[in-house]
């Protein structure tokens, strides 16, 4: 319960209950908000989604539809005009500048069509960040999830619902829970109390997600990522914390987005010097392993680690979270603090 609701003489002083839960265009959201939607109703309800600016429409397709859902919209003729603009939206790597354009008036109308849902942009994507913090994301370090996703939640938090009164929810289920006790934690420094519903009885079978799609198919909505076999259905298929199971999965059935993700890394090698998202740990030494070298391994018929997904735990922190004591461009994949190496 709020700490307004742990003592029932200060009840209504800081008016009702809120609810905000962190909207992401995946199932665990979509099945989530279904749960929360019946426990808590709407009067108070806020879905508020961070925008990285590299979804595939599919995420933001499920997103209107999550809400359209939560909010009986789902009829009315914003929400089928609506759909067709994300219908017709670009990939990222096709036309960054167009896709912006769109998904601005995307924006603008869902913020007219279901105001409970609030939809938010750094204005960054996670390439943009990364050159301009001087630094490659990874497993150890997600800058992208910090500064795109949660530091822009935790100031609208901040600035719009009162610790007091306001509970947040994620849409994390049980098997994740290790990733729900984190982000709790991080919810809790800050005041706010912290809820998964998934992650509470009654618990949904261990292959929910397969009578997912099913359910969203049925619904009008071919989530392709969740079809191609990706675990999640974020960063149109791209992620920092991703492992060498995720990017050959990503190489095979989405090699022009593969490509683009390889071109950025290049690049940023050359300001950087020898970084990766990727690491070889063959032999038991940890080194570096570029987009561009994994990719040569593969087409050459060379093995991959098939048990190494990674991880996309966006609301949780990192285990090395950035601080003020230490420059980012300092710390590199495996933890250490080294120089900064310019080539």
Not at 271 to 298: M, N, P, Q, W, Y
Request: negative net charge.
């Amino acid at each position: 319960m709020t700490r307004a609701q742990a003592h029932p003489f200060f009840s209504g002083i800081f008016g009702p209950d809120q609810h905000v839960f962190m909207a992401s265009g995946g199932g665990g959201t979509f099945k989530a908000v279904q749960r929360l939607v019946q426990r808590v109703g709407t009067d108070h309800l806020t879905l508020l989604f961070c925008d990285t600016l590299i979804e595939h429409r599919d995420c933001y397709k499920l997103l209107a539809l999550t809400a359209f859902t939560a909010f009986d919209r789902q009829g009315s003729n914003s929400a089928a005009h609506i759909l067709t603009l994300i219908d017709a939206l670009p990939e990222y790597h096709e036309d960054p500048a167009r896709r912006a354009q769109q998904l601005e008036e995307i924006r603008q109308a869902m913020a007219l069509a279901v105001p409970q849902l609030v939809w938010l942009a750094d204005g960054r994507d996670p390439w943009t960040l990364f050159f301009e913090r001087k630094f490659l994301g990874n497993s150890r370090v997600d800058l992208c999830s910090k500064e795109l996703k949660r530091d822009v939640a935790d100031r609208w938090l901040k600035a719009n619902r009162d610790p007091a009164v306001t509970t947040v929810y994620l849409g994390m289920d049980w098997t994740e829970e290790h990733r729900f006790i984190e982000a709790q934690a991080r919810y809790a420094r800050t005041g706010y109390r912290c809820e998964a519903p998934l992650c509470e009885a009654p618990f949904l079978p261990a292959d929910w997600k397969v009578d997912l799609y099913s359910e969203l198919l049925a619904l009008g909505i071919a989530v392709e990522l969740y079809r191609l076999g990706f675990p999640h259905n974020n960063c149109g298929g791209f992620c920092i914390k991703a492992g060498q199971a995720f990017f050959a999965l990503l190489l095979r059935t989405r090699p022009a987005v593969y490509a683009f993700h390889e071109a950025k890394e290049k690049a940023i090698r050359l300001i950087l010097g020898d970084v990766s998202i990727l690491k070889d740990r063959r032999g038991g030494v940890t080194r570096t392993l570029t987009l561009e070298a994994f990719r040569l391994r593969l087409e050459a018929g060379g093995g991959f680690d098939k048990t190494d997904f990674g991880s996309c735990g966006c609301m949780g922190e990192s285990p090395d979270e950035p601080t003020g004591d230490v420059p980012l461009d300092m710390i590199y994949g495996d933890g250490s603090v080294q120089p900064l190496l310019v080539r």
